[in-house]
């Protein structure tokens, strides 16, 4: 199972920006890919931003495109979120979550992902909150 810490996160007015940080190992696994999910009051979690450990690749939800940026520093070994031009219906708990296949993390946050998949490991959640 894997290891996996979030920080940062916390209120903001609408437009402004927060980061997120996510730390995540296995010791089993060669490249452990890592997603960003958020789960806003009454509404299910869902994925929002993903990276590739192996080559970068990212994939987004139409919901943050053009204004979140997921990125990772491989020396640091931590994965970042980015949120930019934040808007209240962004308010929610954010989670990270890591997994060795790519694919699962990719069908999440394309809106496609089978519900019952067990990611490797999740973070505890950081609330984001935008106010208007």
């Known amino acids: 199972e894997a290891q996996v810490v979030e920080s940062g996160g916390g209120s903001v007015q609408a437009g402004g920006s927060l980061r997120l940080s996510c730390s995540a190992s296995?010791?089993?696994?060669?490249?452990?890919?890592v997603g960003w999910f958020r789960q806003a009051p009454g509404r299910e979690r869902e994925g929002i931003a993903c990276?590739?450990?192996?080559?970068?690749?990212?994939a987004y939800a139409e919901s943050v495109k053009g204004r979140f940026t997921i990125s990772k520093d491989d020396g640091e070994k931590k994965v970042y979120l980015q949120m930019d031009h934040l808007q209240p219906e962004d308010t929610g708990v954010y989670y990270c979550?890591?997994?060795?296949?790519?694919?699962?993390?990719?069908?999440?946050?394309?809106?496609?992902?089978?519900?019952?998949?067990?990611?490797?490991?999740w973070g505890q959640g950081k609330q984001v909150t935008v106010s208007s």
């Open positions: 990276i590739n450990d192996e080559d970068g690749r990212v």
């Open positions: 296995d010791r089993s696994l060669i490249y452990l890919h």
């Open positions: 979550a890591a997994d060795g296949a790519w694919g699962p993390l990719v069908d999440h946050v394309l809106g496609r992902g089978y519900a019952a998949y067990k990611f490797d490991g």
